[in-house]
């Protein structure tokens, strides 16, 4: 605010320093904004390839079902509790649909000896659900409509929307809980365990299978509730989901496959490091910052901020 | 083994009657007609726009007794956006639909690429949506556009902007495609002249969604004019995000931007966006075009023809003119593709855009886009034409602070 009351007055001709500084906060915060979007999508991911090794690459493409659950829900209920409540539905929706897609797609694959079958379906899946969406929903890009109808307001030293907030928020929020789910019930250990090492859960008693539908279920629910908030903020369409599954590739990698702590700091880091990356080097490499830290995580340390050595 | 033998027969039965299925062209056959376009991908929807004003102008051809009393067949090419899948299209078009001419194409990068797979295969190429003027500016002979190009888009812009705006600043929010570079190029010469400064020239990919890193720096540097070369999407989002942030700017695009989808989209978030068009609907006093949108909103309910469905229709109705007056089709192939390069080359005829004639590079020179803006009417978007002032239907509005509007 300081800053840019000076500059605003003309006091300065040029950009004085406490204007920078203002611009780099809000960067930061653009970023940890977008870093929270990524997060909800790399976590599932990253469960889901813990303890299934699955590479999901039609991941992104329940987010973007979950997008369109909640368009038809606001339909029959408006406002900001028609808002709320879609995210909810499309976590549950989406939810349901992993649950059909693991236990009828995923789960006869898990026995072969090779991963290729099941990269093949989850690529096939990816474009199954994009162009079946562009039948059913048609092309056009749609919003959600913004109950707070995009009013900014001012933080301290950055400029946001009440919608971006909530969003943020809500993620979080959801983060949390998952974080609470993982560590403090019976079955979020079981969850861990089985990422950690799939024999000794299997001896330990723990219902392999059961662990499978309940990690792809939980994965797409918030990849789901993921995507209505990235709805929220951006567009719906068909192929919304491509740009968030790379992304969240992007993010499993710097993170450590299979580590959820990995992708959360992740999913900010990345947030942050394109928005910095874009106002200080350049606009153009912006989509690039992701892939160049792919690259150099996996020279430098190939299994992740968080990954520690992987058994096989 | 006899099994064997008798998958190895009924395959290659199975191709050979493929082939001579394929080969055989019969007079009573529709003519194929080759059209390239994004039907698939990002602006899928826009594609979607074009392809509904040819269908419109094909029933209408149809309906009239096709040519030379053929019906017409329009196979559609889905390039994807992307120069790769283009050039893969219009060389399945040519080599495996045998295709008279091709026809549509959208998104500069695209068709500077397909255009020249077309000149090499010595086929007729027209294009309807693009306008970077490298298409028709390399001297190639079997290649045409009925869109104006950049320079001929801006034109009216650029006069509005010298005469009428005079920005002190202005910066530059633009796709990184060819359509993108080649209005930053004109912009900055522009700017130039007028002795503005350029502040930022900030790039996107097409496909972005968070254009917050962006509007950040340009909310800094307070641009008069912000230069925002973009198409549906990209621009709705922009102005969301701008809202979000509290920026304001007189923001400037092409045109291309001025959609249905893009009018759903943003809403009043678009008010005060200018740009160049050439909507049918802001054109309704000429009965030509408000008989063509009176058919198209009969054929489409509850649609409304945009700048894209307009020249679709145009694109085949250039098409079927050149056609018709090369008096009859011969069957050979390539002597039939020379004769209506030659024929397209005197097209002159009225369409839903204005007069379509051609200069030597294949450019058509005869249609001119005014300068809109959004300005709204009880709550609903709506383009008006506020320059050159002869076809002005509003005047121009400053934009007001977000919190100031209603």
């Known amino acids: 605010m300081r800053g840019k009351s000076l500059s605003r007055r003309g006091i300065y001709p040029f950009r004085d320093e406490e204007s920078m500084e203002s611009l780099f906060l809000q960067q930061v915060f653009n970023g940890l904004i977008v870093g929270s979007l990524y997060c909800l999508i790399a976590i599932g991911l990253t469960m889901i390839f813990g303890v299934m090794r699955i590479a999901n690459f039609a991941h992104g493409d329940f987010s973007m079902l979950g997008a369109y659950i909640a368009l038809y829900f606001i339909v029959l209920v408006s406002g900001w509790f028609g808002w709320i409540g879609s995210m909810i539905v499309a976590a549950i929706g989406v939810g349901i649909i992993g649950f059909f897609v693991e236990r009828f797609l995923f789960r006869p694959l898990l026995t072969r000896w090779t991963d290729i079958d099941i990269i093949m379906l989850s690529i096939g899946l990816f474009i199954l659900l994009e162009n079946g969406a562009r039948l059913v929903f048609g092309p056009t890009p749609k919003m959600i409509p913004d109950p707070f109808s995009h009013k900014s307001i001012d933080l301290f030293l950055v400029s946001t929307s009440v919608i971006r907030l909530l969003c943020f928020f809500f993620s979080c929020v959801a983060i949390l809980l998952l974080q609470l789910f993982l560590t403090k019930t019976k079955m979020g250990v079981a969850i861990r365990a089985t990422s950690q090492n799939r024999n000794a859960a299997l001896l330990m008693g723990i219902n392999i299978g059961f662990i499978y539908s309940l990690t792809f279920v939980v994965g797409s629910a918030l990849a789901g509730f993921g995507g209505v908030l990235y709805g929220t903020t951006f567009a719906i369409f068909p192929t919304m989901g491509a740009m968030p599954t790379l992304k969240a590739f992007a993010i499993t990698i710097l993170g450590g496959m299979g580590n959820i702590r990995g992708a959360i700091f992740g999913g900010f880091i990345l947030g942050v490091a394109e928005t910095l990356g874009g106002n200080y080097i350049s606009m153009q490499y912006k989509n690039a910052i992701g892939f160049v830290i792919i690259i150099l995580v996996l020279l430098i340390i190939p299994h992740g901020l968080f990954g520690g050595k992987q058994k096989s | ?406």
């Open chain 2, 1 to 406: 083994m006899s099994e064997k033998i008798f998958r190895i027969v009924l395959g290659m039965v199975v191709c050979i009657s493929l082939f001579i299925y394929g080969g055989r062209v019969n007079a009573a056959d529709p003519i194929p007609i080759g059209i390239l376009g994004p039907f698939t991908g990002s602006i899928a929807f826009n594609a979607e726009e074009m392809k509904k004003g040819m269908m419109l102008a094909v029933d209408e051809i149809d309906a009239k007794g096709g040519i030379f009393g053929r019906k017409i067949e329009l196979i559609f090419g889905d390039t994807e956006a992307k120069p790769d899948k283009g050039v893969a299209a219009v060389k399945k078009l040519i080599t495996r639909d045998k295709v008279l001419v091709v026809g549509g194409g959208y998104a500069s990068s695209v068709n500077i690429a397909t255009s020249e797979v077309c000149q090499n295969e010595r086929i007729p190429i027209v294009v309807a949506i693009a306008i970077s003027p490298t298409i028709t500016n390399r001297g190639f002979d079997y290649v045409f556009r009925t869109s104006p190009n950049s320079p001929q888009f801006l034109t009216g812009i650029n006069d509005w902007l010298l005469k009428v705006k005079k920005p002190k600043t202005v910066a530059f929010l633009m796709e990184n495609t060819d359509y993108g570079r080649d209005g930053e190029k004109i912009w900055s010469a522009q700017a130039k002249k007028i002795g503005a400064k350029e502040l930022a020239h900030l790039y996107f990919e097409i496909g972005d969604a968070d254009f917050t890193t962006q509007i950040t720096k340009l909310k800094e540097l307070k641009p008069d004019v912000t230069f925002n070369i973009a198409s549906t999407t990209e621009a709705s989002l922009i102005q969301k995000q701008a809202k979000e942030l509290n920026f304001v700017t007189q923001w400037i695009g092409v045109g291309g931007q001025f959609t249905e989808a893009y009018f759903k989209m943003s809403g009043a978030l678009c008010q005060y966006a200018m740009g160049s068009s050439l909507e049918p609907t802001l054109a309704m006093k000429n009965p030509l075009v408000a008989d063509f949108v009176k058919r198209y909103e009969a054929k489409y309910q509850k649609a409304r023809p945009g700048i894209f469905s307009s020249q679709g229709y145009d694109n085949i109705m250039v098409l079927m003119d050149a056609m018709k007056r090369t008096g009859k089709l011969t069957g050979d192939l390539q002597k039939d593709r020379d004769a209506i390069k030659e024929a397209l080359r005197k097209t002159s005829i009225e369409l839903t855009q204005g007069k379509i004639e051609f200069d030597k590079n294949g450019q058509v020179y005869t249609v001119f886009p005014s300068v809109v803006q959004v300005q709204m009417v009880d709550g609903t978007p709506q383009l008006f034409i506020i320059y050159p002032p002869e076809r002005a239907s509003a005047t121009y509005k400053t934009p007001l602070p977000w919190d100031q509007r209603k």
